[in-house]
């Protein structure tokens, strides 16, 4: 038999074993995110449903275009660069539509039963859609096929998109929704924007297709915009030309979910806390927290986010490390008021030599002093941070950060923070679409 057949018959059988019997039997395997994203008003917009704009999900009339997110991140997990552009554009008037990039594996039930498309409200101005497809397709394992896209994209011309401003916006993330942002372009005549905001082939676990989809992206997009400048030069070397539409539009921080109000309050005769936030990963560098927390047992090494390789399990056995695992957004800032150093320690390669830290944005927000690997978008701030190239390193620049006695360099990171924020970033991006 076949290859692709063989994967095309796992693809049919997957959703029945997981939800008829692993997920049932082991409930605590079954992403919380799976559920969470059920939890908001919804309607159906499967034929002969009731439209959203009938069920009370319609917004007042705005004389912004709509922005439809074809994304890479789910919005129930880590809010992350594509959640938070939503959710600053909505704050500014767009309308915005967010598609759950699981297509079908949140759903409760396999294909056969149940709707297939689905519109909830996330947030003001937000809606997000749901879209089941039969094989339910892992979407960094292989493009969706002619009729997977056919099928998306016919769920997407239901939404009640308002075409009076113009058409829709689309910005799409991730190379899987390549085919069906041509098609809405074809169709709506709206302006394509690839956000090119990680080195995919930094990535294990992306699939060749996809790689190569990117790369068709890339030259038909009407606008790229790229999230680090190493990623920038890396893409312009491989596809010449690309200057002309592509604009630089670095991560930021959202200056009301992390304001003055929530800074921290001076600590004193604590045990000193080292402090992460974000995805614990392959380029997590287990070894700067293990030599660290051995080094200095006083200290406390607090970790938060989801553990995504099983290295970091390890770290477990120290006992002056904490893994809190993945905390809401909402509580963030109370985390970040307690730590007194932030932390990047990032195994430096391809990927993360290519990447914008979100997190050094947030830490500069409460003024932190942070240490880190050297990654060339951290060595921007080089006056303001303390960087490492190896476990002794990162000790010695932890001592130094901890032993920090200037008050100007906290003001000036938060200066910083407020200058670096989302809305400046979306503003910059109006402006070069021309819709300010």
């Known amino acids: 038999m076949p290859n692709h057949w063989l994967q095309s018959a796992k693809e049919y059988v997957r959703p029945y074993y997981l939800k008829w019997l692993f997920f049932r039997l082991r409930a605590q395997n079954?992403?919380?995110y799976f559920r969470d994203c059920w939890n908001y008003p919804a309607t159906s917009l499967d034929s002969g449903r009731t439209r959203p704009d009938a069920a009370g999900l319609a917004?007042?009339?705005?004389?912004?275009?709509?922005?439809?997110?074809?994304?890479?991140?789910?919005?129930?997990?880590?809010?992350?660069?594509?959640?938070?552009?939503?959710l600053t554009f909505a704050s500014m008037g767009y309308r915005c539509f967010y598609v759950n990039p699981h297509l079908g594996r949140e759903f409760p039930s396999v294909y056969p039963f149940g709707s297939k498309r689905i519109v909830s409200t996330i947030g003001p101005r937000i809606r997000e859609l749901h879209v089941h497809l039969p094989r339910e397709p892992v979407f960094h394992h292989r493009c969706l096929s002619r009729m997977e896209s056919r099928t998306l994209t016919d769920a997407i011309v239901r939404l009640p998109f308002n075409h009076a401003p113009g058409p829709p916006l689309v910005i799409t993330s991730f190379p899987l929704w390549a085919d069906v942002a041509h098609a809405l372009k074809h169709q709506w005549g709206s302006q394509v924007i690839y956000d090119c905001h990680d080195l995919m082939t930094g990535f294990g676990n992306i699939a060749p297709d996809l790689l190569h989809a990117e790369s068709g992206l890339l030259d038909s997009a009407d606008l790229v915009i790229f999230s680090a400048q190493a990623l920038f030069d890396h893409c312009r070397k491989l596809h010449p030309g690309i200057e002309s539409r592509s604009i630089l539009l670095r991560n930021a921080v959202s200056s009301t979910d992390f304001a003055p109000g929530h800074q921290p309050a001076p600590k004193t005769g604590h045990a000193p806390t080292i402090g992460y936030v974000g995805s614990l990963s392959t380029w997590f560098d287990i070894e700067f927290i293990r030599f660290a927390a051995a080094a200095r047992p006083a200290w406390r090494f607090v970790l938060i986010g989801r553990i995504e390789n099983h290295r970091i399990e390890s770290l477990r056995h120290l006992p002056n490390v904490h893994l809190h695992g993945e905390v809401p957004y909402a509580d963030l800032p109370r985390h970040l008021a307690s730590f007194d150093v932030g932390i990047i320690p990032f195994v430096r390669n391809a990927l993360t030599l290519s990447t914008n830290p979100i997190k050094l944005y947030e830490y500069f927000a409460y003024g932190l002093p942070v240490v880190s690997a050297t990654l060339p978008e951290?060595?921007?701030?080089?006056?303001?941070?303390?960087?490492a190239d190896d476990p002794a390193q990162f000790l010695r620049q932890l001592d130094a950060a901890l032993a920090e006695n200037d008050p100007t360099l906290g003001s000036r990171r938060r200066e910083i923070a407020g200058?670096?924020?989302?809305?400046?970033?979306?503003?910059?991006l109006e402006r070069r679409l021309g819709q300010s």
Not at 62 to 74: R, V
Not at 378 to 387: C, I, T
Not at 419 to 428: A, F, G
């Open 59 to 86: 917004d007042p009339p705005s004389n912004k275009p709509d922005i439809l997110f074809l994304p890479l991140a789910d919005w129930h997990t880590r809010i992350q660069r594509t959640q938070h552009l939503a």
């Open 419 to 428: 200058q670096e924020s989302w809305r400046v970033r979306c503003l910059d």
């Open 30 to 32: 079954c992403p919380t």
């Open 378 to 387: 951290v060595e921007r701030y080089s006056d303001l941070v303390y960087l």
